[in-house]
C-alpha cells in the first residue's frame, strides 16, 4: 500500500508539473531509455551481486522537474535455489527539481528503493553542483524510513574529448556515513559515523545515430575506514570489499 500511494504521488507530480509548463506555453519536455549491462550490481562500495546485471532506466524532464525508473536484472539470482534463471532484486523511483543561480545549481529529490529481498526505503536528499573545473558537486541523502541516517557524496569529474563528438568523461567520488543503517554495521555490530567508500571511474560516450550512443566504463570501489570496510564486508555477496567492474551503457535520447 505504500508503495502504491507512492506511484501514485510521483503520477500527480508529473502531470502537475506537465500541465503548469502546457499552460505557460513551454512544452519543454525531453527524456531518455537507457539500459546498462554490468559485470556487477555496486551501490555506494557495496556490492550486491556475484555475476552480470541488466539496469534498464526510462527518464522524463519537463523544464527543471525530471522523473526516473530505474531497475536492476540481476542474471545469477536465481541459480542457486536451483531456479536456473534470473530475476528483478530492485526497483526505484526518483523525482527531481533543479533550479540554478549563475553556476550554482541547487537540486532537491526524493527516491524510493523498492527491494526484492529487503525491506523497501525512501530518501530525500539535497545536491550542490558548480560549474567549474573540477565540476565538484556535494549530496546529502537522508534516509528518513528504514535507515535512519544520513549519507554524503562529495565527487568531480572532467572530460576531455578523445575525437570529435566522444568524450572520455574520468570522476572521482568519497562519501561519509551518519548513522544510516542501511549502510551496514561496525565490528560491534553497531550503526556508525565515519567514512564510508571512495569510487574511481571513467567512461567513453560514442554516438551512433542522432540521439543513440554507447557508453564502455569502468569503476573501482574501495572503503575509507575500518568501519566502512567491515560493514562492506558483511553486506558484499563474496565479502567483496576493493571492487572493479564495467560494462557498456546504451542510451537514446528524445
Given at each position: 500500500?505504500?508503495?502504491?500511494?507512492?506511484?501514485?504521488?510521483?503520477?500527480?507530480?508529473?502531470?502537475?508539473?506537465?500541465?503548469?509548463?502546457?499552460?505557460?506555453?513551454?512544452?519543454?519536455?525531453?527524456?531518455?531509455?537507457?539500459?546498462?549491462?554490468?559485470?556487477?550490481?555496486?551501490?555506494?562500495?557495496?556490492?550486491?551481486?556475484n555475476?552480470?546485471?541488466?539496469?534498464?532506466?526510462?527518464?522524463?524532464?519537463?523544464?527543471?522537474?525530471?522523473?526516473?525508473?530505474w531497475?536492476?536484472?540481476?542474471?545469477?539470482?536465481?541459480?542457486?535455489?536451483?531456479?536456473?534463471h534470473?530475476?528483478?532484486?530492485?526497483?526505484?523511483?526518483?523525482?527531481?527539481y533543479?533550479?540554478?543561480?549563475d553556476?550554482?545549481?541547487?537540486?532537491?529529490?526524493?527516491?524510493?528503493y523498492?527491494?526484492?529481498?529487503?525491506?523497501?526505503?525512501?530518501?530525500?536528499?539535497?545536491?550542490?553542483?558548480?560549474?567549474?573545473?573540477?565540476?565538484?558537486?556535494?549530496?546529502?541523502?537522508?534516509?528518513?524510513?528504514?535507515?535512519?541516517?544520513?549519507?554524503?557524496?562529495?565527487?568531480?569529474?572532467?572530460?576531455?574529448?578523445?575525437?570529435?563528438?566522444?568524450?572520455?568523461?574520468?570522476?572521482?567520488?568519497?562519501?561519509?556515513?551518519?548513522?544510516?543503517?542501511?549502510?551496514?554495521?561496525?565490528?560491534?555490530?553497531?550503526?556508525?559515523?565515519?567514512?564510508y567508500?571512495s569510487?574511481?571511474?571513467?567512461?567513453?560516450?560514442?554516438?551512433?545515430t542522432k540521439?543513440?550512443?554507447?557508453?564502455?566504463?569502468?569503476?573501482?570501489?574501495?572503503?575509507?575506514?575500518?568501519?566502512?570496510e567491515?560493514?562492506i564486508?558483511?553486506?558484499?555477496?563474496?565479502?567483496?570489499?576493493?571492487?572493479?567492474?564495467?560494462?557498456?551503457?546504451?542510451?537514446?535520447?528524445?
Amino acid at each position: 500500500m505504500k508503495r502504491f500511494r507512492f506511484v501514485f504521488l510521483v503520477i500527480l507530480i508529473i502531470f502537475s508539473a506537465s500541465a503548469v509548463n502546457l499552460y505557460a506555453g513551454e512544452q519543454n519536455v525531453s527524456g531518455s531509455v537507457s539500459v546498462d549491462v554490468m559485470s556487477n550490481y555496486v551501490w555506494r562500495g557495496q556490492k550486491l551481486s556475484n555475476s552480470w546485471v541488466v539496469q534498464p532506466s526510462v527518464s522524463i524532464n519537463y523544464g527543471s522537474f525530471s522523473s526516473n525508473i530505474w531497475a536492476n536484472y540481476d542474471t545469477d539470482s536465481m541459480i542457486d535455489e536451483g531456479d536456473g534463471h534470473g530475476e528483478i532484486t530492485e526497483t526505484d523511483i526518483t523525482a527531481n527539481y533543479n533550479f540554478s543561480f549563475d553556476k550554482l545549481t541547487i537540486g532537491i529529490g526524493y527516491i524510493y528503493y523498492a527491494l526484492n529481498s529487503a525491506s523497501d526505503t525512501q530518501e530525500i536528499y539535497v545536491s550542490a553542483s558548480y560549474d567549474i573545473l573540477p565540476h565538484p558537486s556535494l549530496t546529502f541523502y537522508y534516509d528518513y524510513d528504514e535507515g535512519k541516517g544520513t549519507f554524503i557524496v562529495a565527487s568531480i569529474k572532467h572530460s576531455f574529448d578523445l575525437a570529435k563528438d566522444i568524450p572520455l568523461e574520468l570522476g572521482a567520488s568519497a562519501s561519509f556515513n551518519i548513522e544510516d543503517k542501511v549502510m551496514g554495521t561496525d565490528s560491534e555490530g553497531d550503526e556508525f559515523t565515519n567514512f564510508y567508500n571512495s569510487e574511481l571511474k571513467a567512461s567513453v560516450s560514442i554516438p551512433l545515430t542522432k540521439g543513440l550512443s554507447v557508453t564502455p566504463k569502468v569503476a573501482y570501489s574501495f572503503p575509507l575506514s575500518n568501519d566502512a570496510e567491515e560493514a562492506i564486508k558483511n553486506i558484499s555477496d563474496d565479502g567483496d570489499k576493493d571492487i572493479f567492474y564495467g560494462g557498456l551503457n546504451l542510451t537514446l535520447c528524445f
